[in-house]
Structure formats: C-alpha cells, structure tokens
C-alpha cells in the first residue's frame, strides 16, 4: 500500500479530514492558515476565513458544522455564509479549536488548546441537542476524538501525556457514563498520539506526529499494524471513498526545519491510500 498525494498542496498545519458520505468529498484544514480545502473529481477547492478552523461535521448536503477559535458556526458550501451556531471560548483569545469529531448521536464533540500549547489551558466540549458542554477540562493538546460502531466508547487523547483514553457513553443519548479510563499508553515507545478514527471492526487508526505513520490498534488496544506515510507529522486520518476502504491522512509542515522541508516537499500534503480497511461512515450532525 502506497500514500499518494491528492495535490502539491502544502498545509502548514493540516488536520480535520472529513469525508463526506453524501458528496463523496473530502475535506481538511490547514489551521494555520485559517483554510478549508476540499477534494472531489481530481480538483482541490479552497475557502478562506479570518480565524483558527480545525475541524467540521456534516449536517446536510450543502451545509458544515465548523470549528474555529471562536465559535461553532454553520457554512453553506454552495454560497459561503456562515451562521453561528454557539461560542467555544470566545472570552478566551490564547486558545483556538483543535480536534473533532460528529458523535452516533448527531452531537460533535470538539477540543480546545492554547495556541503556543501551554499545559492545561484547553478542554473538550460536547455540543448536543442546541446546547454546548465542557466534559474535560485542563487538557494540553486535545486530539483522537473518535467513535467506536457499537456506540459503547469514545476515545480522546491529551497529546503530551501519551496515553489515549476510553470513555463509557449513554446508550441513550452519547454522553460520558462515569469516569474516562487510560486505554492506549505510548509512553514507553515515545509515540504522539495526534488524530484517531475508528474503523467499522472497531480497530482504532492513530496518527502519530513525529513518527511518519497512522498505526492500527485492536478493540483491546493491541497494536496490529501501520502504514506508512511520506511525512513526518502525519496528524489525522479518514477513511472515505465509494467503500469507505481509502485511508486518509493530513499532514504538517510545523515544527520540520528549514532543511528537512527543502529535502522532502511532502511535508504538509494530504495523502490517500486505497484499500486499507473499511471505515465508518461519518456521523451526521444534528442541530
């Protein structure tokens, strides 16, 4: 299995994919660069915006829930409006959004992190049903937020401890049933874990940043196997496609050396490899 480049399109930090079932398009962020990209029939389409966005559910055909530093708002792909849905620390300047992801439920559950990553200063919200609620506060990093298909666990990492954990949910209605467990420790391998997404066996796919990779992890957290990528930061992944089989991976330029981004111009670029597994399709969210 070979990662192949969808464009030359460089991310400075490249994040959120997300592919939609409906439009068989994908989409990712570059949220840095304040940039929606999207992907569909060999051409890459770009919106602009005036603050941090990082990651989007689906809520219609034409219609993305987006996450920014500010707020979650509605965006219509077709015309470019944005409505606000609800603020996510708009009294709070240092930090910005981060991870996310739509829920089984038709909620979206989104981190926060400083924006220089200062320990402790971000958190994880659920936005359920109109209204938003913090679940975990005093998180460095948030990322790995994902589902698994029998709707029993949601995982989430606090990228600087190492560890992901395991959260029991509510059959009823997806929210937190008692305290999170530690599920995945990466500490001994001096691994990072960065974006997850769960396929429909249940295996958990985890970018890992700094180690080239999106590793694959077994219901009980055995490592079963990886894929290789042609760029050190790999950040998140998706898996999309007609069979929902192709895994995806964005990818970042931060924190490589001047050197290291001459020598290697696929840091940064957005990578497809076809015939992984078969993911899940993405959850839609309910307003």
């Known amino acids: 299995m070979t990662a192949v480049a969808l464009d030359a399109k460089q991310c400075h930090l490249g994040e959120g994919p997300l592919w939609h079932p409906v439009r068989q398009q994908l989409f990712w962020f570059d949220i840095v660069q304040f940039r929606l990209h999207s992907h569909r029939d060999g051409k890459t389409h770009t919106w602009s915006f005036d603050e941090h966005v990082s990651a989007a559910g689906w809520i219609d055909e034409d219609r993305l829930l987006i996450a920014s530093e500010t707020r979650l708002f509605e965006f219509t792909l077709s015309t470019g409006a944005s409505v606000d849905v ?43 049903r109109g209204k938003i609620r913090r679940l975990f506060p005093e998180i460095t990093i948030s990322n790995a937020i994902c589902f698994s298909p029998d709707r029993a666990f949601a995982y989430y990492a606090d990228t600087p401890t190492g560890i992901v954990m ?88 931060q924190g490589q050396s001047a050197e290291a981004l001459a020598a290697n111009p696929d840091h940064g670029r957005t990578f497809a490899v076809p015939g992984v597994a078969r993911g ?5 969210v309910i307003l």
Not at 111 to 123: D, L
Not at 280 to 284: F, K
């Open 86 to 128: 609800c603020p996510l620390e708009a009294d709070t300047p240092t930090t910005r959004s981060n991870d996310g992801r739509a829920d089984p439920w038709g909620g979206f559950w989104i981190g926060t992190m400083g924006k220089g990553a200062e320990p402790g200063e971000g958190a994880i919200y659920r936005y359920y």
């Open 166 to 253: 395991r959260q029991a949910l509510d059959p009823q209605n997806g929210w937190p049933a008692g305290d999170p467990q530690p599920w995945l420790d990466l500490r001994a391998e001096g691994l990072n874990p960065d974006g997850a997404v769960v396929d429909a066996d249940g295996n958990f796919w985890n970018a890992q940043w700094g180690a080239s990779r999106v590793a694959c992890y077994g219901p009980d957290a055995t490592f079963l196997r990886a894929v290789e990528f042609p760029a050190a930061h790999t950040s998140c992944p998706a898996f999309g496609g007609p069979d929902l089989t192709t895994l995806y991976c964005t990818t970042a330029r």
């Open 280 to 284: 899940q399709a993405e959850h839609q």
